[in-house]
Structure formats: C-alpha cells, structure tokens
C-alpha cells in the first residue's frame, strides 16, 4: 500500500493526495457526509410528520392494530440492530488492518440488510393483498411512504456495501477505504436510529 503525500493549501490547511491522485482535505468527506446525515433527517422528519398527521386518517379502512404484525416486526427490528452490530465488527478488523475480516464482516452486515429487507417486503405484499395498499387511506400512504423510504435506504446501504467489498479486496485498506467504510458506518447506524423510531412511532404506538 502506498503512502499518501500531505499537501496544503494556500491558507495552511491540510489536504492529501492519495495512491490514485485525489486530493482530500483532512476529514473535509466525513464533515460532507455529516451534512449528507442532516439533509437526510430533515428528509425523515418531514415523513414522520406527515404520518403524524395521517396516522388516523383511516377513511373507514383497517388501523394499524388491525395489520400489524408486532412480532415479525420485532424479528425485523433485531435483525436491523444486528447488522449494527457485525458492522461494529468490520470497523474493528478494518483498525486491526485485517481486510479480510472486514470484508468478511460487511458482507455479513449485507445479508443482514437483504434479511430485513425480504422481510418488510414481505409485509407490503401482505397488506395488499390485504387491500390495506397505500391508495386505500392517507393512513397507509403514509405509512408506505416512511417505512419504503427507509426501505430504499437500507438497500442503497447493501449496495454500498457489495462496493466497498470489491474495492477493499482491489486496494486494501488505505486511506480512501477506510474513510469510505467510516461514512458507510454513519450512514448504517443512522438507519438503524431512524428505524426505532418507526417501530416505536409507527408500529408500537399505532397498535395500541
């Protein structure tokens, strides 16, 4: 692994040009990606409000006391909050510089994501075939509106971590990795964040 060559700029500020010639201030894409993060929340805030709102909008349709299933729900939940943890794992290897247990340990924290997400598909295709589908209230538009959003989140997640895969086993981990692998972990615990939230807003309280 070749060593990355510190620069600076004209005011001082550091910046580092990697084996394969980008140049990156120092933690300049962690603090992009914080603000990635925010427009995110911002972005999830907004469908839980919309729920808020929605959430006995029924228009003489099922509840959701009526349709949910807690227990798959909570299998679900566990799942998610494993996959946090067997990430945990991969950033412990990836500090050990061991490539292949980090790569092996993503690729565990992937089939955890493919899990959960089997498993909330699952559950669409049960409501509609229900006919609880997200054109039959504003209660459940809303409802397929916030829980598909994270849904495509946690798929771009397993995406991104098939990617990181193929290029820790291409380039090591050198420094362009492991800060990529370090967003990707914000990135994968802020779902689960915002997943407890579903299941304690949407699930747990629209049981009861």
Request: hydrophobic share 55%; net charge neutral; charged share 10%.
């Amino acid at each position: 692994m070749s060593e990355s060559i510190a620069l600076n700029h004209a005011d001082g500020s550091p910046v580092f040009l990697d084996e394969r010639g980008a140049h990156h201030p120092q933690n300049g894409t962690l603090l992009g990606f914080w603000i990635y993060l925010l427009s995110d929340l911002m972005i999830f805030g907004s469908l839980f409000a919309t729920f808020g709102v929605f959430s006995k909008s029924y228009a003489a349709g099922p509840a959701g006391g009526d349709l949910f299933d807690l227990t798959l729900i909570a299998v679900n939940t566990a799942v998610l909050l494993l996959s946090s943890i067997t990430y945990g794992f991969a950033m412990l290897a990836m500090q050990r510089r061991n490539a292949r247990g980090t790569i092996a340990w993503l690729l565990v924290t992937g089939a955890l994501g493919l899990v959960f997400l089997g498993i909330e598909l699952y559950e669409f295709q049960h409501l509609i075939h229900l006919g609880a589908g997200p054109q039959r209230s504003a209660f459940l538009s809303a409802f397929f509106a916030l829980v598909g959003t994270h849904g495509l989140h946690v798929l771009f997640g397993v995406l991104w971590l098939v990617v990181l895969c193929m290029q820790v086993g291409r380039w090591g981990l050198n420094r362009t990795t492991t800060r990529r692998i370090a967003c990707l972990s914000l990135f994968w615990h802020f779902l689960d964040v915002v997943w407890i939230g579903v299941f304690t807003f949407v699930y747990l309280m629209g049981t009861l």
